[in-house]
């Protein structure tokens, strides 16, 4: 199965500022990259897939890139909501499976 | 809007069975993929098992021949029979409508039912 790791475990970022987070798949998943925020006692929540398309109601801050092997998250001003661990998740090959997940904090 | 809502959680000693249920509204569980992923207790998620809406069903391979996915249209609910728990199997369990594109990605969640096995 296709391993997914993420870095840095923990990000520490200011409010207003940039945040980027790394995803790396051990064999190329081509475009089929999603990305998910979970919040403390909360479920995830779809933020990205296809690499780079906003799920429904995703603000713009949030964007996705890369393909092959290498991916990033972006959120452009980081908004006091936005602290949470993120995972990315690929489902190009079977079975789907997600990073270890990075944590981003204040 | 697009609702899961789990239950059937609880402490459960080793060796012994547990059913999940997911009851969706917004979305038909029979015209759906939909899929469990557990979470260890402060761990990552982890792909468990999916049902196609033709009625084939996949497992991860850490629960194949112990847990069984099905879902009832009547009651537009998805369940998860667990058998011959594990501690391993300790985990918040939730459902996701799943996206299929020759694997899956999951666009809404239940907020989660949890699984303790312990002695």
């Known amino acids: 199965e296709i391993v997914m790791t993420q870095s840095p475990a923990t990000l520490s970022v200011s409010p207003g500022e940039r945040a980027t987070l790394s995803c790396r798949a051990s064999?190329?998943?081509?475009?089929?990259l999603a990305w998910y925020q979970q919040k403390p006692g909360q479920a995830p929540r779809l933020l990205i897939y296809?690499?780079?398309a906003r799920a429904t109601g995703i603000p713009a801050r949030f964007s996705g890139g890369g393909s092959g092997a290498d991916f990033t998250l972006t959120i452009s001003s980081l908004q006091s909501e936005d602290f949470a661990v993120y995972y990315c998740?690929?489902?190009?090959?079977?079975?789907?499976?997600f990073g270890q997940g990075t944590k981003l904090e204040i | 809007e697009v609702q899961l809502v789990e239950s059937g959680g609880g402490l459960v000693q080793p060796g012994g069975s547990l059913r999940l249920s997911c009851a969706v509204s917004?979305?038909?569980?029979?015209?759906?993929?939909i899929s469990w992923v557990r979470q260890a207790p402060g761990k990552g998620l982890e792909w468990v098992s999916t049902?196609?809406?033709?009625?084939?069903?996949y497992y991860a391979d850490s629960v194949k021949g112990r847990f069984t996915i099905s879902r009832d249209n009547s009651k537009n609910t998805l369940y998860l029979q667990m058998h011959s728990l594990r501690v391993e199997d300790t985990a918040v369990y939730y459902c996701?409508?799943?996206?299929?594109?020759?694997?899956?990605?999951?666009?809404?969640w239940g907020q989660g039912t949890l699984v303790t096995v312990s002695s």
């Open positions: 996701a409508r799943t996206i299929f594109t020759g694997s899956y990605y999951f666009d809404y």
């Open positions: 917004e979305f038909t569980v029979s015209n759906s993929y």
């Open positions: 049902i196609y809406s033709g009625g084939s069903t």
């Open positions: 064999q190329s998943v081509s475009s089929n």
């Open positions: 296809g690499a780079s």
């Open positions: 998740q690929q489902y190009n090959n079977w079975p789907p499976t």
